[in-house]
């Protein structure tokens, strides 16, 4: 010990210095013997008689210590002393460093992640102006629909913002190098790295003011793709890549770890930026004020706050609503919102983080209780040894500061032992977060993780070093010094602060575990939630249809186009091996898992003579899908009335949809929904005609069961994003391998990619829930052992305590059964009182947690009801363990003790 | 804290007079401790004697309170010492002790001139 040596060293110089002192002391107290007429002899012997203890030095030196100096000296005997009454301890102070390491670890593993999710800002400068544009039509209840061109073009003006730049991602076929990939790409516009902040690390950005209509030709790749496909060259500047059928020049690199501020994770991992202004080829339709890209990312003007800028958009929104009546009917109510880019990125994580970050609260208060009734025990359990140190003249300062000593210690150990618990298991946190839990920033351990963990064990050390101390202070040296030999126990005083430390711990873990048991209905119900579609067996693989700048060079322009296509996957797949059924959808008909590049929501205009809907064109949002005719029975989808698609419908016959039970109840309350026709836009030229209604499907979430939808027949709408759906035995790698042969012997530029079956995409859209379930559940597990540990503890000690008493009761003829009452009526009564503390809190947090409950009442009786009973027999069994032996008490031994 | 000697001659100190008559010897100038001792010795006529035991532990004791100052030097048998002086400090310190002190003494005599009635 560093600080020990120095002490030890500047203790040695001060005893050196006084020992000097006192010798020219008694020198000259000798030389005026001498002067006085005596002998030297004597002189020597009188001058040491008279100055008599010849230690004083040694003592001067320990008694001159600065007032630090003695209280760093007294800390580290404390300290010192505390390790050696820890070893004879060695049960002990192990289950108390392992609580505290359980506690201090947990809340760290969570706070890391809350951290770098919820605290660090993003990495740009000025991070605080960064938003993300949102499309609204309120009064369909339609949400962040997408933007258009002119509405991009009218927010730049609005002088809200010092730049805006649409971002829309896409998948596409890299080639150009050695070998072709799928690469995710995100086109934004010229302005967007300027926007952001970033700098690239080879090259440069996009000139922000390029006025180029369409894709001005040049992208930035990221510098996973650079290393990956370029081999780290720093020449790669100006070569020209293949993007599906075009070329573009790459201009610059990214450096690494950079990512695109979006929500989906793909999106997030974008490889390549192409640049665009979107307002030419291939984009026909640029110029109409109806959807186009998914949305924007903006940079408030500086000196305008987020509030100033939306109340800016507000006003120009109405005007525009004013200006353009046809495009932004009342009945729609457009608005655009601007949400922090961190909350959009974040979605919906930040409400379950938190919740979990109260959870894991609960669990330390759970550990700190813990350990501060293993304090309260031990502490009685030394009250002799305490009371003979404070006879041998230590105060109670001195005592109190000991046992302070010894809980900081044992928390301080704990906290490293935490900290070095959650270090361990970052790995494996990442591993159980969701996809969904969006994170710029990587989960790590930084200072603020260790910081907090430290602090935390400090304060917990502190704290539940108080416990024992309130007793010493009260600690009765001749009443527990008369209790020779025997053992000494806790006072009422003690076993009250005991057992209202257990009431605290069972309040807590019933508190977490109704928390559990709700979640945990909730995804059982969820796992049993009719999806209205089957996903065993059946398997989905995605190809793209190339989309090129110029439309004259597509092989695909319409569905007439893509048909002979399609029929001829359909054929080749079918006859695969194992494979039972086929059928192509878009992407935005795979259940569950619909990326945003393949979300379609359709403005339909209802047909006038639908009176039932208001008699007016108000346009409608819904989701659609593109699928061929066997699409249903493959997801055995049930055909409710009418009929579906068969292959007379083409691009030549009338156009049909199919709708499910609730788009026909919503839209057609009074009427039929077969026979109604529908516009797909507010543009198109020819209705579609409703031939049949299918079964609901959960196919936007799991909880979400009633979701109008919209199909139309891919052979009349065409999808360039497409998804074949195999249904039959297959692995996922053999039909991915082998309908890419089969797929790329029609068109050898198809990229075939994605394999995953469909009960996997079903899972996957539960893990989110999933974590935290799992994680509320480890916490309520914990929370039990601990308080079962704290009544074990309380009723144990009392049958030691009352180990005379209970003798002297066997001896007076008391049965057994009297025997066991008496000692677990104590431990039940805690038990329930501290669950009948826990149901308050355990109401409070359902209230919370209502929000992410499924199938399952917020305060739902029967979870209330047994999971209370549950706590109330673990208390039980508890208290019987020790109980148990109370009856083996040898009423003679006892009462002779 | 001094020796116990015969009661006729000698005198208890009270406790916390050790710290002010360290002080008021130091008022004449610097010494060691040995010349404390001696002064103190002389000056009460040898009434008060002072042992190494208390003077020293007192010496530490103002030096913490930073009332005296010590410094090394060279004897005249050319041995180090510690020469004690007095402080800006202790000169207040001492200045409001003597007149406590006087304030003190005078009570007290007071109070002993009145007759003891329950005086056997």
């Not at chain 1, 730049?165 to 070998?179: I, M």
């Not at chain 1, 994770?265 to 030419?280: D, I, K, L, N, Y």
């Not at chain 1, 990229?751 to 995409?761: H, K, M, N, Q, W």
Request: aromatic content about 6%.
């Amino acid at each position: 010990m560093r600080i020990g040596g120095w002490l030890a060293w500047r203790r040695a110089r001060e005893t050196d210095d006084l020992n000097e002192e006192l010798g020219a002391h008694l020198d000259m107290a000798m030389a005026e013997r001498i002067a006085r007429g005596e002998s030297p002899h004597d002189a020597k012997l009188n001058a040491r008689r008279d100055f008599g203890n010849p230690g004083l030095a040694q003592e001067l030196a320990r008694d001159q210590w600065s007032v630090v100096g003695r209280w760093i000296e007294q800390a580290s005997q404390d300290a010192r002393f505390a390790a050696r009454t820890f070893r004879r301890a060695p049960a002990f102070t192990a289950i108390t460093i392992a609580t505290i390491a359980l506690g201090i670890g947990a809340s760290a593993s969570i706070f890391s992640v809350v951290n770098s999710v919820l605290l660090r800002p993003l990495p740009y400068p000025h991070a605080e102006q960064l938003v993300r544009l949102e499309d609204d039509y309120l009064a369909t209840g339609a949400r962040d629909v997408g933007m258009s061109t002119p509405e991009w073009r009218d927010l730049q003006r609005s002088g809200a913002f010092s730049a805006i730049s649409p971002t829309w991602f896409d998948n596409n076929n890299l080639t150009g190098q050695a070998h072709p990939e799928r690469v995710g790409l995100l086109i934004v516009a010229p302005n967007y790295f300027s926007l952001l902040g970033v700098q690239p690390q080879l090259g440069s950005v996009f000139d922000r003011n390029d006025p180029t209509p369409g894709f001005n030709g040049q992208v930035v790749i990221s510098d996973g793709l650079w290393k990956r496909a370029f081999g780290s060259d720093s020449t790669v500047l100006g070569r020209v890549v293949q993007l599906d059928s075009d070329s573009y020049r790459i201009v610059g690199v990214m450096p690494p770890g950079f990512q695109a501020p979006e929500r989906a994770s793909g999106a997030r991992g974008t490889e390549v930026w192409p640049a665009m202004g979107f307002a030419g080829n291939p984009i026909t339709t640029w110029a109409q004020r109806s959807p186009l890209f998914p949305g924007a990312i903006a940079r408030v003007r500086d000196g305008l706050s987020i509030a100033d800028a939306q109340r800016r958009v507000d006003a120009l929104v109405e005007t525009l609503r004013h200006q353009y009546p046809a495009d932004y009917p009342a009945t729609i109510d457009w608005r655009v919102r601007l949400v922090p880019l961190r909350d959009y990125i974040l979605g919906d994580v930040r409400q379950p983080l938190l919740f979990l970050f109260g959870a894991v609260g609960l669990v330390l208060l759970i550990a700190c209780t813990s350990v501060a009734n293993l304090l309260l025990i031990r502490a009685t359990a030394r009250s002799r040894e305490l009371a003979v140190r404070q006879a041998m003249g230590s105060g109670p300062s001195r005592l109190m500061r000991q046992l302070l000593t010894e809980s900081v210690l044992l928390s301080l150990v704990g906290g490293a032992l935490g900290v070095a618990i959650a270090y361990a298991a970052r790995g494996s946190i990442l591993h159980w977060v969701p996809d969904s839990v969006a994170q710029l920033n990587a989960v790590t351990m930084d200072w603020r993780v260790v910081l907090v963990a430290f602090g935390l064990s400090l304060v917990a050390g502190v704290l539940f070093g108080l416990a024992p101390m309130a007793q010493v202070r009260r600690l009765d040296l001749t009443n527990v010094l008369k209790q020779e030999g025997r053992a000494t126990t806790g006072s009422g005083d003690q076993q009250r602060t005991r057992r209202a430390l257990v009431v605290a711990e069972f309040a807590v873990s019933l508190t977490l575990m109704v928390a559990a048991a709700l979640l945990v209905r909730s995804f059982r119900e969820l796992l049993n939630a009719p999806l209205g579609f089957d996903p065993h067996g059946v398997t989905v693989v995605r190809t793209r249809l190339p989309y090129p700048n110029d439309s004259t060079e597509d092989l695909y322009p319409n569905a007439g186009a893509e048909a002979p296509l399609l029929r001829e996957i359909i054929r080749r797949g079918s006859a695969l091996g194992g494979v039972r059924e086929v059928a192509v959808g878009s992407g935005a008909a795979v259940p569950l898992d619909h990326p945003e590049q393949d979300q379609a929501v359709l403005r339909l205009v209802l047909d006038r003579r639908a009176s039932a809907n208001n008699g007016d064109n108000t346009p409608v949002w819904t989701t659609a899908s593109e699928v061929t005719p066997e699409y249903f029975h493959l997801l055995r989808i049930p055909l409710v009335r009418g009929r579906l698609f068969t292959s007379f419908d083409t691009d030549s016959s009338p156009l049909v949809a199919v709708v499910n039970e609730s788009m026909a109840r919503q839209y057609w309350p009074h009427v039929d929904a077969i026979g109604q026709r529908v516009k797909t836009s507010p543009r198109a030229t020819q209705w579609t005609t409703i031939i049949g209604i299918v079964g609901d499907t959960r196919s936007d979430s799991v909880t979400a069961p009633r979701h109008p939808q919209i199909y139309a027949s891919l052979y009349q709408r065409q999808g360039k994003h497409l998804a074949i759906f195999v249904r039959g035995q297959v692995e996922t790698g053999a039909i991915e391998r082998n309908l890419r042969e089969q797929v790329q012997a029609i068109n050898a530029a198809l990229p075939v990619f994605g394999a995953r079956s469909l009960d996997e995409t079903v899972t996957a859209s539960l893990s989110p829930r999933r974590f935290a379930m799992m994680m509320i559940a480890a916490f309520a597990a914990v929370a039990l052992g601990l308080a079962s540990l704290g009544i074990y503890g309380v009723v144990s000690f009392m049958v030691t305590e009352r180990g005379q008493e209970i003798g002297v009761r066997v001896a007076l003829g008391a049965q057994r059964s009297d025997v066991l009452r008496l000692v677990m009526r104590q431990g039940v009564e805690v038990a329930l009182i501290g669950a009948g503390v826990g149901l308050v809190g355990a109401l409070a947090a359902a209230r919370v947690m209502a929000g992410i409950l499924y199938g399952v009442r917020a305060w739902d009786p029967w979870t209330f009801t047994a999971v209370t009973a549950g706590l109330v027999s673990v208390a039980i069994v508890a208290c019987y363990l020790p109980a148990r032996r109370a009856l083996r008490v040898d009423p003679l031994l006892a009462m002779r003790g | 804290m001094v020796r116990r000697s015969p009661p006729t001659s000698r005198i208890e100190l009270l406790q916390g007079t050790l710290d002010l008559i360290i002080l008021q010897t130091l008022r004449w100038g610097p010494a060691h401790g040995f010349g404390i001792m001696k002064m103190i010795q002389s000056q009460s006529s040898n009434t008060l004697q002072v042992e190494t035991g208390s003077l020293y532990p007192a010496l530490q004791r103002l030096l913490r309170q930073r009332v005296i100052a010590a410094e090394w030097s060279v004897s005249a048998s050319n041995r180090r010492i510690r020469i004690y002086r007095l402080t800006a400090k202790g000169r207040e310190r001492l200045a409001a002790e003597r007149s406590q002190w006087k304030r003190l003494t005078e009570v007290m005599a007071a109070l002993m001139q009145r007759p003891a009635s329950d005086e056997p």
